[in-house]
């Protein structure tokens, strides 16, 4: 059954009526100072981006979410791509959304090769992140890098600017997100992300949402 509330404004659900949420919001905006320049092609997939669902997939709200890398960016640059789902669990679940030590591995890296600028040292706008938007950082357990060594080979369409998928199919290998897949089922908690080819490892027990 579709959930009516989807048809929602952005506006009314990034800006939160609670006092301590505002607080949440308004920080951000000091966040933003941080971000000196950001190659706009660093979160782009071959596999394209996913399309939002229209109803709401959880009968019971998940107490907590981990965080795909690129919603970190998002939510201080582009809070407008993100999902209505995307946008309700990251204000309702009651546990908070966790950090993959792999997405603060993978943000350096973009760091070293000059894909993404800050002012100032990414440790200090890392904890200043985490600690506005109550986010915490779980390290990747040596069980995950068990699973992440057994995860199955997956052949994927690879898809077009447009979002429409090629003739080709090619080898999912990203490490960072097979890495976040790993982390996310041992975890037992969803993976939140814009990327479409996380839809394809259900078969794994890996519950995505976007």
């Known amino acids: 059954m579709s959930d009516k509330s989807l048809e929602k404004p952005y506006q009314e659900i990034i800006v939160p009526k609670t006092s301590r949420k505002t607080a949440k919001t308004t920080s951000l905006a000091s966040l933003r100072e941080y971000v000196a320049s950001a190659d706009e092609r660093i979160w782009d997939s071959p596999f394209g981006w996913a399309t939002p669902l ?3 997939p959880f009968r019971k709200l998940p107490p907590q979410i981990l965080l795909d890398t690129p919603l970190l960016d998002w939510l201080l640059r582009k809070p407008n791509l993100l999902s209505y789902n ?6 309702e679940c009651e546990e908070g959304c966790l ?3 792999v997405s603060l591995l993978e943000w ?3 760091l070293r090769r000059g894909d993404y600028q800050l002012h100032g040292n990414f440790q200090d706008f890392m904890g200043k992140l985490t600690e506005t938007l109550r986010l915490q950082v ?5 069980e995950a890098l068990r699973l992440y060594a057994d995860l199955p080979p997956l052949l994927v369409e690879r898809r077009l600017t447009n979002g429409n998928p090629t003739a080709r199919k090619i080898l999912h ?4 997100d097979l890495l976040l897949i790993a982390h996310a089922i041992t975890l037992k908690v969803p993976l939140l992300s814009p990327h479409a080819v996380f839809g394809n490892y ?3 027990a890996l519950k995505w949402v976007w």
């Open 99 to 101: 950090i993959s030590s």
């Open 202 to 204: 259900a078969k794994v």
């Open 86 to 91: 995307a946008l309700r669990l990251l204000n």
């Open 173 to 176: 290998d990203d490490r960072s």
């Open 138 to 142: 779980v390290e990747l357990p040596t």
């Open 54 to 56: 229209e109803t709401w």
């Open 108 to 110: 350096a890296e973009l």
